[in-house]
C-alpha cells in the first residue's frame, strides 16, 4: 500500500511539474514491471496493465504486445497492485483518458508564451513594462543594455529614478496622462542616468496597455545621443566660427536685431581689426596665423564682460556688442580696455608676437545725431578712421566721419577717370644745393583737382588710390607728365635732377623698373638725372619684385633717395646695407629745431652718419631764414622748403632763378 501511495505522489508531483501525465507514468511502471517480474502473476498483472494503458494512450502496438505473452502474466500481487492503482486513480479516470490530449495543449501554449516571451527579451527595441505607479515590472536586455545594468536589477524599481532629475517631470506627466486616460500613448525625451558615465539620450515612446480594471503601460526607447549630438553640432556650426569658438556673425546679427528692437540701457558696438595680420600669414605662415587669431580671442575673452556678445566675423576681424553701455564715458572705458587687451605680445610656442589691433566704435544713446539705424557700418566707418589715422586705437562713430568717409568714397570712385583726365597734374618744387643756394633739381608732386571737390591733397588720394590698386596707373601717369616736361620745360631741362615719388606698392609690381626706364628714354633723359623718392619701409619690403626693381633700377643709374627719413623702423644700421644714394631728413625734425634743442644734434648726426657712408642728405620743409641756415651748418648737402620755393605748376617754372646745370655726381 506504501508503494502504491509513493506512486501516487510521484506521478502527482511530475504531473504537476508537466513533465509526464499519470497515465504516462503508469504505462512506464507497467512496462518495466513484466521486465522484472517476468513469469510471475506479477509480470502478467504488469503486462495487462501495459497493454491496457498503451491501448488508452494510443500509444504504437509495438510498444505493449511483447508484454503480452499470457506465460508471462505474473501472480495476484501484481493484479492487486493495478486494482489498487484503479482505486487511487478512480476520480481521475477522466483526467487520464484526456491528459495525453490536454498536455498538447498545455505544450501548445507554453510555446506561444514562450514565443512572446522570446519576443520581448530578444528584440532588439529597448522595452519595458511598467506599472501605473512607474515601477518597472519587466525589462528586456535592450532596455537593460541602455540603463547599463542586468533586467534583474531593474525589474521593481521605479523608471523615473533612472532618469535625470530634470527630466523627470516630464516623464511623470506623460504617466500621469496615460494612466488617467487622456492619451493612449505619449512620446517624450529624457536623459538616463548611467552612474559615473555619461547620460545618453534618448526618445521614449509610452503606450498605455489597458486590461480589464488595471493600466500597465509599455515603454519603447530609442537612444538618439548620437543623433543629437550631430544635430546640436550642425546647430553650433551654424552659430559660430570653427577656428575660435565664437559666436560668428549670423548670431551677431540676431542680437542686434533684438537690442534695436527691445531698446536695452546702451547699446555698444566695437570692432576690433588686426593691424598687418596679414604680414603674420605672409611671414610666418598661415597655421601660426591660425594659433594667433585663437590667442586673440582668448585674450579678447578675458576682458569682455559675461553676458556681453564676443564674435569673430571673419579673417581677422572681432566684434564685441555690449547692451549696458549707459553713457559715453562707461563705453570708452570698454575701448581701453579692448585696446589695452593688444598691449602685452602674444606668445605661440617660441614666438612672441606683438600684434596690435584697430577699433570702430559705436556708441547708441539718445544723444541727438545718433541714428544708430546700422551700428555695424557706423562701427566700420570709425574703424576706416582709426586705421587712416596711424592704427592702434579706437574711433568712435560720429556723423562727421560718415561724410568725410562719404567724399573719399566719390574721390575713389572718380580716381579712375581723374588718372586720364586734365583732373591729375604734377608740381615741381625745387631742389636747392646747401653751399650755393643754386637750384640744382626738382621734386614732382601729384596734383588732383577734383570737380566738386576741389583740390585734394597728395596725403589724401595717394593712400585710396594704393588701396583700390589704382595707384600703378596713378603713378605711371604722373611719372609719363614728368619725363615730358623734364624734356620741354626749360627749367626742368637744365636742371641736373629730377625726383619722383614711388609707393611701396608700385614698388612691388612686376614692371615698375622696366616702365620708369622707358618713358625717361623716350624722352631722351639719361637715367642718371632721375632720382626715384621710396620710404625706408620699402627699401626693406623683402618682396622679391621690390628688390628686383631697385637693382635694374640702380643698375641703370638711377639715384635712390630714403624720403622722410627718421620716421620710420628702420635703424642706422639698415642704412649702411640699403646704401641709397640720398636721404631726405623728414621735415619734422627740421620742425623741431624752433622748439626742440635736441633736434639739432639729431640733424648733425645723421648728416654725419651718412657722409661716412658716402650719402648725400637732403633737408625737407625748412620754412625760414633761421632752419636754412641751421641745415646748412648742420652740413646737409640739399635743401628743400616753402622758404626756397614751393611746388609750382611746370608753366610756372620759367620764373625759378639761379637754375645750376652742373653734373648731378657734384651736387
Ligand atoms: P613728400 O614726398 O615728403 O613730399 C614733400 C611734401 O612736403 C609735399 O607735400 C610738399 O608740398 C611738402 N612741403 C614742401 N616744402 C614744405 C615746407 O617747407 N613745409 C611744409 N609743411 N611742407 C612742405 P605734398 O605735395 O602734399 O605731398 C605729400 C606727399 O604725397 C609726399 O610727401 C609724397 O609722399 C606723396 N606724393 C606726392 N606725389 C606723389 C606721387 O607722385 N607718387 C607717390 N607715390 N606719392 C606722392
Ligand atoms: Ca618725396
Ligand atoms: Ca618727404
Request: hydrophobic residues 45%.
Amino acid at each position: 500500500m506504501v508503494g502504491v501511495v509513493a506512486l501516487r505522489l510521484v506521478a502527482d508531483a511530475l504531473q504537476d511539474h508537466g513533465a509526464l501525465g499519470v497515465p504516462g507514468f503508469v504505462w512506464i511502471l507497467g512496462l518495466i514491471f513484466p521486465v522484472v517480474f517476468a513469469g510471475t502473476a506479477f509480470g502478467l498483472v504488469g503486462s495487462l496493465g501495459t497493454a491496457l494503458i498503451g491501448v488508452a494512450l494510443e500509444l504504437p502496438t509495438v510498444l505493449w504486445l511483447p508484454h503480452s505473452r499470457l506465460a508471462l502474466w505474473g501472480s495476484w500481487t501484481n493484479l492487486a497492485t493495478v486494482v489498487a492503482l484503479a482505486i487511487v486513480l478512480g476520480d481521475r479516470y477522466d483526467a487520464i483518458l484526456t491528459g495525453a490530449a490536454s498536455d498538447a495543449r498545455v505544450r501548445a501554449r507554453r510555446l506561444e508564451e514562450e514565443r512572446f516571451a522570446r519576443a520581448f527579451e530578444d528584440n532588439m527595441a529597448a522595452m519595458a513594462l511598467i506599472s501605473p505607479h512607474g515601477q518597472i515590472l519587466r525589462a528586456n536586455r535592450a532596455f537593460a543594455d541602455l540603463h547599463d545594468v542586468a533586467p534583474a536589477v531593474l525589474v521593481g524599481q521605479p523608471l523615473e529614478q533612472r532618469v535625470t532629475p530634470p527630466d523627470r517631470r516630464a516623464l511623470e506627466e506623460a504617466r500621469a496622462l496615460l494612466v488617467s486616460g487622456a492619451r493612449d500613448g505619449v512620446q517624450t525625451t529624457w536623459r538616463i542616468e548611467r552612474g559615473a558615465q555619461a547620460p545618453i539620450t534618448v526618445e521614449a515612446t509610452l503606450t498605455a496597455v489597458r486590461l480589464e480594471s488595471t493600466c500597465e503601460l509599455v515603454a519603447s526607447l530609442r537612444d538618439v545621443t548620437d543623433e543629437r549630438r550631430a544635430t546640436a553640432r550642425l546647430a553650433h556650426a551654424a552659430h559660430h566660427d570653427a577656428l575660435t569658438g565664437l559666436a560668428n556673425r549670423a548670431v551677431l546679427l540676431e542680437r542686434i536685431a533684438h537690442a534695436q528692437a527691445t531698446r536695452p540701457a546702451g547699446l555698444a558696438l566695437f570692432i576690433v581689426d588686426l593691424d598687418n595680420f596679414k604680414e603674420v600669414n605672409d611671414t610666418l605662415g598661415h597655421q601660426l596665423g591660425d594659433q594667433l587669431l585663437i590667442a586673440v580671442a582668448r585674450r579678447l575673452q578675458s576682458v569682455v564682460r559675461r553676458g556681453d556678445l564676443l564674435c569673430r566675423l571673419g579673417g581677422d576681424e572681432f566684434v564685441y556688442l555690449v547692451e549696458t553701455a549707459r553713457d559715453s564715458a562707461s563705453a570708452h572705458r570698454v575701448a581701453e580696455r579692448l585696446v589695452a587687451a593688444f598691449r602685452a605680445p602674444f606668445r605661440l610656442g617660441e614666438h612672441a608676437l606683438s600684434q596690435r589691433a584697430s577699433i570702430g566704435a559705436v556708441h547708441c544713446d539718445d544723444a541727438p545725431g545718433t541714428e544708430c539705424d546700422d551700428v555695424l557700418r557706423d562701427a566700420d566707418i570709425a574703424l576706416y578712421h582709426t586705421k587712416e589715422t596711424g592704427k592702434g586705437g579706437c574711433t568712435f562713430f560720429t556723423p562727421a566721419l560718415r561724410h568725410d568717409l562719404a567724399s573719399r568714397v566719390a574721390l575713389s570712385r572718380d580716381l579712375a577717370t581723374a588718372i586720364t583726365t586734365d583732373a591729375l597734374s604734377v608740381a615741381y618744387q625745387p631742389l636747392v644745393a646747401a653751399d650755393s643756394l643754386e637750384v640744382v633739381g626738382f621734386e614732382a608732386l601729384a596734383r588732383l583737382t577734383h570737380p566738386e571737390l576741389g583740390s585734394v591733397p597728395p596725403d589724401t588720394f595717394i593712400p585710396l588710390a594704393e588701396r583700390s590698386g589704382l595707384i600703378t596707373a596713378l603713378g605711371e601717369a604722373v611719372r609719363g607728365q614728368v619725363a615730358r616736361d623734364a624734356s620741354s620745360v626749360a627749367a626742368l631741362a637744365a636742371s641736373s635732377l629730377i625726383a619722383v615719388n614711388a609707393s611701396t606698392k608700385e614698388l612691388r609690381a612686376e614692371g615698375f623698373a622696366p616702365t620708369l626706364l622707358r618713358q625717361w628714354r623716350e624722352a631722351d633723359l639719361t637715367p642718371s638725372r632721375l632720382v626715384l623718392e621710396i620710404t625706408e619701409s620699402a627699401a626693406l619690403d623683402d618682396a622679391p619684385a621690390t628688390t628686383r626693381s631697385l637693382r635694374i633700377l640702380r643698375d641703370a643709374g638711377v639715384h635712390v633717395a630714403f624720403d622722410d627719413f627718421g620716421t620710420g623702423y628702420s635703424s642706422l644700421a639698415q642704412l649702411k646695407q640699403l646704401r641709397p644714394d640720398l636721404v631726405k631728413i623728414d621735415r619734422s625734425f627740421v620742425a623741431a629745431l624752433d622748439t626742440d634743442s635736441s633736434a639739432h644734434d639729431i640733424i648733425e648726426s645723421l648728416v654725419g652718419l651718412s657722409h661716412s657712408l658716402g650719402i648725400r642728405v637732403v633737408a625737407e620743409g625748412v620754412e625760414s631764414a633761421g632752419q636754412l641756415a641751421t641745415v646748412r651748418a648742420a652740413g646737409c648737402d640739399m635743401i628743400q622748403g616753402f622758404y626756397l620755393g614751393p611746388p609750382v605748376a611746370a608753366a610756372e617754372l620759367a620764373q625759378t632763378p639761379h637754375i645750376a646745370t652742373r653734373p648731378a655726381a657734384d651736387i
